[in-house]
């Protein structure tokens, strides 16, 4: 507590409330249940096509060369744009107890990352705002149209989030997860959108690509824009995406 009261930063008071001890890993939660889902569905999506299965781009080669990158060409195609989303928010197999796997680790398998895409230059794909439902491997339409320019501004107008054919963007669902692990789940869904975070960044090394991570935007302007309410449902980063030029 001493920290938050000298810094006046009431993220150390949330730290030092939700550190371990032998008599509390996260019991302190009024948050219900799992809600018996691993990720929403939106319905009428468009299915994608099936990611490849190699790059002929070597693992160790991805993560010695990946960069932040914010020049990209005008136009995404739609394969390229599966395969990152595949990659790294997907499901990639079943667990034994019946659940998805994902391409990312999460806290308790309790997976509570989902993506949206915001496209403006996407081969194949209308301009609009899109969720990605994992299980189909699909993208659902929020609403159609070209938000790139609100997105340049809710981005405190950083212009490669603008000139980017495609945007993800990672939300959290934080009951998911604080159905398990109470107070310590803030920090876990954090750590999970890193993981998922990352593998935007390695496959679209891998692709040709680049991208960037942008954290920061106008949260109540975003959730906004993706219809989400900021509270069961919140913004976490958003990552440009593009063929690399430079």
């Not at 219900?32 to 490849?52: F, I, N, Q, T, W």
């Not at 680790?105 to 997976?111: F, I, R």
């Amino acid at each position: 507590m001493r920290i938050a009261e000298s810094t006046g930063d009431p993220a150390w008071l949330y730290h030092e409330l939700s550190l371990l001890d032998t008599g509390f890993y996260g019991g302190r939660t009024r948050y219900p249940a799992p809600p018996g889902e691993y990720y929403k569905e939106l319905g009428g999506g468009l299915l994608l096509p099936p990611p490849p299965e190699f790059s002929g781009v070597d693992t160790l080669k991805a993560l010695k060369s990946r960069r932040s990158r914010r020049r990209y060409g005008p136009v995404l195609n739609l394969e390229s744009l599966s395969a990152v989303l595949y990659y790294s928010v997907g499901v990639t197999g079943v667990a034994w107890w019946g659940g998805p796997r994902r391409a990312y680790p999460s806290a308790g398998a309790l997976m509570p990352v989902e993506a949206y895409v915001v496209a403006r230059g996407v081969s194949g794909l209308d301009p609009g705002i899109y969720h990605y439902n994992p299980g189909e491997h699909s993208l659902e339409p929020v609403r159609l149209g070209d938000y790139s320019r609100a997105l340049y501004e809710i981005s405190l107008e950083q212009e490669h989030v603008s000139t980017a054919p495609a945007t993800i963007i990672l939300t959290s669902i934080i009951s998911r997860t604080a159905s398990k692990y109470g107070w310590r789940s803030y920090r876990y869904i954090h750590l999970d959108t890193g993981h998922a975070g990352e593998n935007i960044y390695l496959a679209s090394e891998a692709l040709g690509l680049g991208t960037v991570a942008v954290g920061a935007f106008y949260d109540r302007r975003l959730c906004a824009l993706l219809d989400i309410d900021c509270v069961s449902e919140m913004p976490m980063i958003m990552y440009p995406v593009g063929p690399r030029t430079g």
